[in-house]
């Protein structure tokens, strides 16, 4: 089986071509970026061909793509891998508009190619574990989930509204909200969401905060500013807790570490021994599109997350709680 | 020497007393509680009298020696309590919150200054170390400019006389009677809470059970998260986190406690697990000496009833918030 990459801007391209070099029997011939010497970085990990031609990573040698572009260009790559009949894995946030994430749903649809949005987090085993505690019903009811996706300011195009389409809560909000409404089997139904800038000289939001209410009744905040400081001992957290008639259940997705201590340095660092969710998901993805099934995490799924994150800005631009849309297909 | 009455043996009664066995410059002399023995129990150990309440009390001639009453009933008592102390040139410290509504606080503020008595409320928070160490480092611009703040308080359903807390007329609920706390400390000591928008489990519906997810902005821009909880299965706990421009400050009292005592249970029972924090001084002493030197030097007091108005609108406001679904403008 053979992948291309096409973009190389976020963080997770690296780390996918090395996870597919290990994978064995899948090879990524081609990676694609505008800029040359970030496509020849990666293409090196993975011993493929760096381009600065999209059309190169779209020959009949590739049967699926991994995008990781900048967001704004999630759309035009989604279009031209479906036009050219590859399966798409596409980084996360699908779309910077619900209206765009419903086109590359429709796209690839009619082209008949699998769409899968890059929400990790779904294969860690601790989510697992979380959605069985959830279906055992120990908890009773779910009442509310006090949730966070905090990270450092992860700088470079995520900080351009150009290229990102947003900042903290562009970048921060979909991982939870897709975690939930895969845990919970429910969807959004209304958002109040804050923003500012508090952190950094950027020009897009750092700080944010949503208070959201799901269709079945409970409520959920999740606080996905750029808030940890450059001595964090790790990027940031996801984490939930859930609060049932019978009980709470506090998940920290990323708690798995040993603490590091050095000499050389005046802080500590946190060396993580959980799963590498990134390459559970990789593997599963190129199974799936091997086995012709139906990929586990969907472009709706990519879609309904991306419609939360336009409700939670339309809640800030007008300062009231907002219905979150769902667009149907 | 001062003479003080307490009003209600519960909880805090207790610690207020405890408190006063280690000043030089005061003394319990009357326990109120309508629970006979309960009372007569804490003023054996005080060598004070026990009454029923204070207006038994009023009727004693010890009343006359009396400086200074501790208002530590359930939140719906305190007006008429406060307003017997003032109206007979007694100081006052009242528990908080001070009242269910702000036209009683306002009374109570009144009756208080109209009769030259002093009124400090228990918002005891600002006297924890942990934030007294907290606003000495945003002070000295530790974190510099604050982006956010994330607050938690509560544990387990509060337990109590008649279920006071679980009843919205007595209590006034979390938003009041819980969430106060860092409202307070935020609004007065960090910078002035400028908006908020509250989503709570009403404890009308869910019996013995009460959560509020709030969040709400600063005037100095920073965001605002707090989450206050009597829906955890046990325990009790809180804590902050201030994140800023040039650093964080988090603190959780679950991890804090330098001290935790774990004994075996017998014959298959459960065992048991203390935790403990040992201070030189505890911050309701802190907070109760800095009431009784403001009573001795005429100053005002560390907290006043208009400190705990603006607390009390805060929750007001939350709870506006809570049960119209908008945000709410402070």
């Given at each position: 089986?053979?992948l291309?990459?096409?973009?190389?801007?976020?963080?997770?391209?690296k780390?996918?071509?090395?996870?597919?070099?290990?994978?064995?029997?899948?090879?990524?011939?081609?990676?694609?970026?505008?800029?040359?010497?970030?496509?020849?970085?990666?293409?090196?990990?993975?011993d493929?061909?760096?381009?600065?031609?999209?059309?190169?990573?779209l020959?009949?040698?590739?049967?699926a793509?991994?995008?990781?572009?900048?967001?704004?260009?999630?759309?035009?790559?989604?279009?031209?891998?479906?036009?050219?009949?590859?399966?798409?894995?596409?980084?996360?946030?699908?779309?910077?508009?619900?209206?765009?994430?419903?086109?590359?749903?429709?796209?690839?649809?009619?082209?008949?190619?699998?769409?899968?949005?890059?929400?990790?987090?779904r294969?860690?085993?601790?989510i697992t574990?979380?959605?069985?505690?959830?279906?055992?019903?120990?908890?009773?009811?779910?009442?509310?989930?006090?949730?966070?996706?905090h990270?450092?300011m992860?700088?470079?195009?995520?900080?351009s509204?150009?290229?990102?389409?947003?900042g903290?809560?562009?970048?921060?909000?979909?991982?939870?909200?897709?975690?939930l409404?895969?845990l919970?089997?429910?969807?959004?139904?209304?958002?109040?969401?804050?923003?500012?800038?508090?952190?950094?000289?950027?020009?897009?939001e750092?700080?944010?905060?949503?208070?959201?209410?799901?269709?079945?009744?409970?409520?959920?905040?999740?606080?996905?500013?750029?808030?940890?400081?450059a001595?964090?001992?790790?990027?940031?957290?996801v984490?939930?807790?859930?609060?049932?008639?019978?009980?709470?259940l506090s998940?920290?997705?990323?708690?798995?570490?040993?603490?590091?201590?050095?000499?050389?340095?005046?802080?500590?660092?946190?060396?993580?021994?959980?799963?590498?969710?990134?390459?559970?998901?990789?593997?599963?993805?190129?199974?799936?599109?091997?086995?012709?099934?139906?990929?586990?995490?969907?472009?709706?799924?990519?879609l309904?997350?991306?419609?939360?994150?336009?409700?939670?800005?339309?809640?800030?631009a007008?300062?009231?709680?907002?219905?979150?849309?769902?667009?149907?297909l | 020497?001062?003479?003080?009455?307490?009003?209600?043996?519960?909880?805090i009664?207790?610690?207020?007393?405890?408190?006063?066995?280690?000043?030089?410059?005061?003394?319990?002399?009357?326990?109120?509680?309508?629970?006979?023995?309960?009372?007569?129990?804490?003023?054996?150990?005080?060598?004070a009298?026990?009454?029923?309440?204070?207006?038994?009390l009023?009727?004693?001639p010890?009343?006359s020696?009396?400086?200074?009453?501790?208002?530590?009933?359930?939140?719906?008592?305190h007006?008429?309590?406060?307003?017997?102390?003032a109206?007979?040139?007694k100081?006052?410290?009242?528990?908080?919150?001070?009242?269910?509504t702000?036209?009683a606080?306002?009374?109570?503020?009144d009756?208080?200054a109209?009769?030259?008595?002093?009124?400090?409320?228990?918002?005891?928070?600002?006297?924890?170390?942990?934030?007294?160490?907290?606003?000495?480092?945003?002070?000295?611009?530790?974190?510099g400019?604050i982006?956010?703040?994330?607050t938690?308080r509560?544990?387990?359903?509060?337990?109590?006389?008649?279920?006071?807390?679980?009843?919205?007329?007595?209590?006034?609920?979390i938003?009041?009677?819980?969430?106060?706390?860092?409202?307070?400390?935020i609004d007065?000591?960090?910078s002035?809470?400028?908006?908020?928008?509250?989503q709570?489990?009403?404890?009308?519906?869910?019996?013995?059970?009460?959560?509020?997810?709030?969040?709400?902005?600063?005037?100095?821009?920073?965001?605002l998260?707090?989450?206050?909880t009597?829906?955890?299965?046990?325990?009790?706990?809180?804590?902050f986190?201030?994140?800023?421009?040039?650093?964080?400050?988090?603190?959780?009292?679950?991890k804090?406690?330098?001290?935790?005592?774990?004994?075996?249970?017998?014959?298959?029972?459960?065992?048991?697990?203390?935790?403990?924090?040992?201070?030189?001084k505890?911050?309701?002493?802190?907070?109760l000496?800095?009431?009784?030197?403001?009573?001795?030097?005429?100053?005002a007091p560390?907290?006043?009833?208009?400190?705990?108005?603006?607390?009390?609108?805060?929750?007001?406001?939350?709870?506006?918030?809570?049960?119209s679904?908008?945000?709410?403008?402070?």
């Amino acid at each position: 089986m053979k992948l291309a990459i096409l973009g190389v801007a976020h963080v997770h391209a690296k780390g996918y071509a090395q996870i597919c070099k290990q994978l064995g029997d899948v090879e990524v011939a081609r990676v694609y970026d505008r800029d040359a010497e970030a496509a020849r970085l990666v293409a090196d990990v993975c011993d493929a061909q760096p381009t600065q031609d999209v059309s190169a990573c779209l020959g009949p040698e590739i049967d699926a793509v991994l995008i990781c572009s900048e967001n704004i260009y999630h759309s035009t790559l989604v279009r031209l891998a479906a036009a050219a009949g590859k399966h798409i894995l596409c980084e996360k946030p699908l779309a910077t508009s619900a209206q765009e994430a419903k086109e590359m749903v429709a796209v690839c649809k009619e082209a008949g190619v699998q769409l899968q949005t890059a929400f990790p987090c779904r294969y860690h085993p601790t989510i697992t574990r979380t959605r069985e505690v959830l279906a055992e019903g120990v908890l009773g009811d779910i009442l509310a989930v006090r949730a966070s996706n905090h990270g450092q300011m992860p700088g470079g195009w995520f900080a351009s509204q150009a290229l990102a389409g947003g900042g903290a809560i562009m970048d921060h909000t979909v991982h939870v909200v897709d975690l939930l409404r895969y845990l919970l089997d429910d969807e959004f139904a209304s958002v109040y969401a804050l923003s500012a800038h508090r952190f950094h000289d950027i020009e897009v939001e750092d700080a944010g905060l949503l208070s959201l209410h799901m269709q079945k009744g409970v409520m959920v905040t999740l606080d996905p500013s750029w808030s940890r400081p450059a001595s964090n001992p790790t990027w940031g957290d996801v984490t939930m807790e859930f609060v049932g008639t019978n009980g709470t259940l506090s998940v920290d997705v990323f708690a798995q570490v040993v603490e590091w201590y050095r000499t050389a340095v005046p802080t500590y660092q946190w060396a993580p021994y959980g799963a590498d969710m990134d390459a559970l998901m990789l593997a599963d993805f190129i199974e799936r599109v091997r086995a012709q099934q139906t990929v586990r995490v969907t472009g709706v799924d990519g879609l309904r997350a991306t419609e939360v994150v336009m409700a939670a800005y339309a809640s800030v631009a007008s300062g009231t709680v907002q219905p979150v849309l769902q667009e149907t297909l | 020497m001062l003479q003080v009455a307490l009003v209600g043996a519960g909880t805090i009664g207790h610690v207020h007393a405890a408190s006063l066995l280690h000043m030089g410059n005061a003394n319990l002399a009357a326990v109120c509680d309508i629970r006979q023995e309960t009372a007569a129990e804490l003023a054996k150990e005080h060598s004070a009298r026990a009454f029923a309440d204070l207006q038994t009390l009023a009727e004693d001639p010890l009343w006359s020696a009396i400086d200074v009453v501790l208002v530590c009933i359930p939140t719906y008592l305190h007006e008429q309590t406060v307003t017997l102390a003032a109206k007979a040139g007694k100081h006052v410290f009242c528990e908080k919150p001070i009242a269910l509504t702000a036209d009683a606080a306002m009374r109570m503020i009144d009756v208080c200054a109209d009769h030259g008595v002093k009124l400090g409320v228990g918002h005891v928070v600002r006297f924890f170390p942990e934030y007294v160490e907290l606003k000495r480092k945003i002070s000295a611009g530790a974190i510099g400019e604050i982006g956010t703040v994330r607050t938690f308080r509560g544990g387990g359903y509060p337990h109590a006389w008649e279920d006071w807390y679980g009843q919205e007329e007595r209590s006034g609920g979390i938003l009041v009677d819980l969430l106060i706390h860092d409202l307070d400390f935020i609004d007065a000591l960090i910078s002035p809470i400028v908006s908020l928008y509250t989503q709570r489990l009403a404890a009308s519906v869910r019996e013995h059970r009460d959560y509020a997810l709030v969040i709400g902005r600063l005037q100095n821009g920073a965001l605002l998260h707090m989450e206050a909880t009597w829906a955890h299965v046990a325990g009790f706990r809180y804590g902050f986190e201030y994140a800023g421009s040039a650093g964080m400050l988090q603190f959780d009292s679950s991890k804090a406690p330098p001290i935790t005592l774990f004994t075996r249970g017998q014959q298959g029972h459960q065992g048991v697990t203390v935790p403990e924090s040992p201070l030189v001084k505890s911050p309701y002493r802190s907070e109760l000496e800095a009431f009784l030197a403001a009573v001795e030097t005429k100053g005002a007091p560390p907290v006043t009833g208009q400190d705990a108005l603006r607390a009390l609108r805060l929750s007001l406001a939350a709870k506006e918030s809570a049960n119209s679904g908008k945000p709410v403008e402070v």
